[in-house]
C-alpha cells in the first residue's frame, strides 16, 4: 500500500516533469475505479494542462488549468507510473494520459480497489474520506496530535492508522513509528502516558523524513515503482534479529494485516 513516503516520493517526480505538460489523450480502461464518466473524463482531460500535484493522507490530487482536480486514492495496490509511450503496459493499467512531451503517466491497479475522481478544485469535500480525515500526519503538530489521540480508544496501532485520527500512516509505517517510539503495538492508547505520546508524534516525523528519501531514490528518470521496503527495520522482518538489540522480531498476522515489533525494545 503507497503510504506518505511512497507518496511524498511520487508526488515530488510529478512535480518536477507534469506542470505545464498538456493531455494530449485520455484513456478510460478500466472502468471500475473510475467514479467520473468515462465521457466526462475524456473531455475534461483531453487538452488541459497539468499545474502542481498534491497530497492529502493517502490522497494524490493533481490540479489541472481548467480549475478540476484528478484525484487518486491507489487503496492497496495502486501503481503510478510516468513512462514512456513505447513502454510496454502493465497488467491492470486502468488509466492512461498520452502527454504533448511523450511520455505518458499511467495508473494500475491489481487488484482494482483504488479510485479515480475528477471534481472541481472547490468540491474537493465530496470525495469520500476527504471530509473525514484528520490532519495529514506530516502536518499535525506535536499538541493537536496529544489533543487529538485522546478521542480514540483500542490498541495504539489501530489508532494510528485511522484515517481519522491523522491521515496518510498504514499498516508498513506503523510499524516502523512503533518500533521508533518503543511501543507495544498492542498497548491500550488509554495506557500511554503524556510522554509516550509525544515520543510517538517525533517518532512519526522522523520515520517518515528518513524514509521519503530513501524512496525517491529509486524514481531517477522514470517512476516505476515498485514498492521497496527492505529498507524499513521492523516490518516484515519476522523472525530476524532486531537492529537495535538482536532480538528475534515478531510476527502476527491478523486478517490480512502483518504486525511485526520487538518483545524487548517495545514491552507490553
Ligand atoms: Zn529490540
Not at 493499467?93 to 512531451?101: K, S
Not at 485511522?162 to 498504514?170: E, L, M, P, T
Request: net charge positive; with cysteine.
Amino acid at each position: 500500500m503507497p503510504e506518505i513516503p511512497d507518496l511524498e516520493a511520487i508526488r515530488g517526480f510529478l512535480n518536477q516533469h507534469l506542470p505545464g505538460v498538456r493531455v494530449e489523450r485520455a484513456e478510460f480502461l478500466i472502468p471500475v475505479v473510475f467514479r467520473v464518466a468515462r465521457d466526462e473524463f475524456v473531455r475534461t482531460l483531453e487538452g488541459n494542462v497539468f499545474g502542481e500535484t498534491e497530497r492529502r493522507g493517502k490522497f494524490l490530487i493533481f490540479s489541472l488549468e481548467s480549475g478540476h482536480r484528478l484525484v487518486i486514492n491507489a487503496m492497496l495496490t495502486g501503481r503510478f507510473q510516468y513512462l514512456r509511450l513505447k513502454e510496454k503496459r502493465r497488467a491492470r493499467t486502468c488509466l492512461v494520459l498520452g502527454l504533448a512531451n511523450g511520455w505518458e503517466l499511467r495508473y494500475a491497479d491489481e487488484r482494482l480497489m483504488g479510485k479515480v475522481y475528477l471534481v472541481p478544485a472547490d468540491q474537493l469535500s465530496q470525495v469520500p474520506q476527504f471530509s473525514e480525515m484528520g490532519p495529514d500526519a506530516l502536518e499535525v503538530s506535536r499538541e493537536e496530535f496529544a489533543q487529538r489521540i485522546r478521542s480514540f480508544r483500542g490498541q495504539v496501532k489501530n489508532v494510528l492508522v485511522n484515517h481519522r485520527f491523522v491521515a496518510g500512516v498504514g499498516n508498513a509505517y506503523a510499524d516502523e513509528i512503533l518500533f521508533a517510539a518503543r511501543l507495544h503495538p498492542y498497548r491500550k492508547r488509554t495506557t500511554l502516558s503524556d510522554d509516550d505520546i509525544e515520543r510517538l508524534h517525533q517518532a512519526m516525523g522522523k520515520v517518515f523524513a528518513w524514509a521519503t528519501p530513501m524512496v525517491a531514490e529509486q524514481m531517477r528518470e522514470e517512476l516505476n515503482y515498485e514498492e521497496r521496503r527492505d529498507f524499513l527495520k521492523i516490518h516484515r522482518k519476522g523472525g530476524e534479529p532486531c537492529p537495535v538489540c538482536g532480538t528475534r522480531i515478531s510476527e502476527i498476522t491478523a486478517g490480512q494485516r502483518i504486525t511485526n515489533f520487538c518483545r524487548n525494545c517495545q514491552p507490553g
